[in-house]
């Protein structure tokens, strides 16, 4: 139920800095050959000082086209991509009223767009394997959005949709494709606050979800450590009083 090192590549998106960072680190440690996605050469380099498996490669996630050429180049070299982990976002900090179309857009095209992009390109190699697993780094910033957050949670928000039109348009073909949402909490990141969860603590629990494969695991949600467990419908909860089924949210250490 776990990935191996032989499946392939691990791709972790936004992995200069903060959680990407950190769990580029422990994920090569792991044994792997990870490679992180970023806009800054040095910042990715840093990541990489003083691990032999991690290969920086810089891209902007929100352009299709170079996307697609950097999967290309990472599957030539190091093989076929078994593991995305989906980080990359900005946060502006915009009010509405200094938001332009053109600037909203561009939020929505990395914390969209490029997990789509970056998800698409993936797909090719886990597809022609019939598996794979794809983690994406969600919040709930679309279910009570914070002022000067509209476009961060529109896009995020967005986001933990793709992760079910995944599931809807690939689970019945490719269940062996994993794919689901990790709510990391609040860190002590550039993008979170300075009295949050350290990054390095979190990405312990991002790792071991990311290379997990446990099929049960398409559409679940995780927040921290924890299973978030859907509200059951009337009948759900109707069919658990009658075969006195009691539903338990998994940890990620039973994983």
Request: aromatic share 6%; net charge neutral.
């Amino acid at each position: 139920m776990r990935v191996s090192p032989s499946d392939g590549v691990v791709v972790v998106t936004g992995a200069g800095s903060g959680l990407g960072r950190a769990l580029a680190r422990v994920i090569t440690r792991e044994g792997f050959t990870v490679v992180g996605l970023g806009r800054r050469l040095g910042a990715l380099q840093e990541t990489g000082v003083g691990l032999a498996g991690f290969v920086p490669m810089v891209v902007d996630v929100a352009d299709w086209a170079a996307v697609q050429a950097c999967f290309a180049e990472v599957r030539a070299a190091h093989g076929p991509v078994a593991v995305l982990v989906n980080n990359a976002a900005v946060y502006s900090h915009r009010d509405i009223l200094s938001e332009t179309g053109e600037s909203f857009a561009q939020t929505v095209g990395v914390n969209l767009g490029g997990v789509v992009n970056c998800t698409r390109a993936a797909l090719d190699d886990m597809v022609a394997a019939g598996r794979g697993r794809v983690l994406n780094v969600a919040t709930f910033a679309d279910i009570a959005p914070l002022p000067t957050a509209s476009a961060y949670s529109v896009s995020k928000g967005a986001a933990r949709v793709f992760t079910r039109a995944l599931l809807a348009d690939l689970g019945d073909r490719f269940p062996g494709i994993v794919v689901s949402d990790w709510m990391p909490g609040m860190l002590a990141t550039g993008m979170g606050i300075a009295d949050g969860l350290a990054p390095e603590v979190a990405a312990e629990w991002g790792a071991r979800l990311a290379l997990s494969r446990d099929v049960s695991l398409s559409g679940s949600v995780f927040e921290m450590d924890r299973e978030v467990l859907p509200e059951p419908g009337l009948k759900g909860r109707l069919k658990d009083l009658i075969l006195l089924r009691r539903r338990r949210a998994r940890g990620v250490a039973e994983l």
